[in-house]
């Protein structure tokens, strides 16, 4: 009877030990099928949240086929836009502040920070950008751009220019080579806009008008002492910039200076970060990694220059008439 029962049991705990083993091996089974049948991982994704035409479509498309990820992006028309869309729920890789936005922002406290030892190429991006005012409140971003914001004036006088006269003096980062080896952020496009006057210079007074930035750039009093310095004159570095609205006829008789206020915020820069909830790691450190390249910077300028153009022909059409007494 002993005998009976103990082989009894024996045949239970193997017929247990065959079904508990036949599970593991069917989920097994079941687990590497709905592997192959799932589609491509959120992985080959990127979602990006950016300024409206800081990213144009033909350097989306050159980074989609270098890096095999495809790139969705969400733009926004400004910076405050983009804000608040950051103060969404969506869920973003990337995206791109404007420092002047960013301080004090409850939006920003959802980005995360960029471990910049783990970007190749982060040794390119000049001290400067990374001591900047208020960088400690912020998480670490990659700057791509800088510009100043301040009026026109006459040279002769103190007092700024009338209504509708304010000047925009801005200069977007091109990453260039040293001489000494490593690269840096450089200036490399001039936008001034005295919004009396919506005319395009003509190719005949461009080197005159890109002469008188330098002078007015160099004129500027309250910026920080790495902005004094003298910008590249090698013309391939100094590529005209339309902005929103547009520039005005270069005239030697009206003598300008660039002033910066000495209160607020008189410099801008225009920045990548992580997003809130980053789902695509890889592909956002990627995406980092291809921009600080220099030849795909200087592709990123000359493609958003392009695009700078294209609008300020619609933004003219707009503010023209406004201005006319």
């Known amino acids: 009877m002993r005998r009976f029962l103990s082989s009894k049991f024996t045949f239970a705990g193997l017929l247990v030990l065959a079904i508990v083993v036949g599970v593991a091996w069917g989920l097994k089974i079941k687990r590497a099928a709905d592997i192959r049948r799932a589609p491509e991982a959120d992985a080959s994704v990127l979602k990006i949240l950016a300024l409206k035409n800081f990213l144009p479509s033909q350097f989306i498309k050159a980074f989609e086929a270098h890096a095999n990820i495809k790139v969705e992006l969400i733009e926004a028309p400004t910076p405050e836009a983009v804000l608040l869309k950051l103060e969404g729920n969506e869920k973003y890789d990337l995206v791109t502040l ?74 977007a980062s091109v990453i260039e080579k040293k001489p000494e080896g490593g690269l840096e952020l450089v200036p490399s496009t001039l936008n001034l806009a005295l919004l009396s006057e919506l005319t395009a210079p003509s190719k005949e007074n461009e080197a005159q008008f890109l002469a008188r930035g330098q002078r007015l750039f160099k004129s500027t009093t309250h910026a920080p002492d790495f902005l ?44 990548l970060s992580f997003g809130g909830s980053v789902e695509n790691t890889a592909g956002a450190e990627r995406f980092i990694e291809y921009i600080l390249k220099p030849a795909n910077a200087a592709s990123l300028a000359q493609a958003s220059h392009q695009a700078s153009c294209n609008r300020a022909v619609e933004s003219n059409a707009k503010l023209q008439p406004k201005l006319k007494p």
């Open 98 to 171: 404007m420092s002047t936005q960013t301080a004090g922002a409850a939006a920003v406290q959802k980005i995360q920070p960029i471990k910049l030892n783990e970007i190749s190429g982060s040794d390119s991006i000049s001290p400067d950008f990374l001591n900047l005012p208020g960088e400690e409140q912020r998480p670490t971003t990659v700057p791509v751009s800088w510009g100043l914001i301040g009026l026109a004036v006459p040279a002769d006088s103190d007092e700024p220019v009338k209504t509708g006269e304010q000047a925009n003096l801005s200069w």
């Open 228 to 271: 004094r310095s003298a910008p590249p004159t090698e013309p391939r570095a100094l590529q005209l910039h339309h902005g929103e609205s547009a520039f005005s006829p270069y005239d030697e008789e009206s003598a300008w200076r660039f002033a910066i206020p000495t209160e607020g915020s008189e410099l801008w820069v225009l920045s």
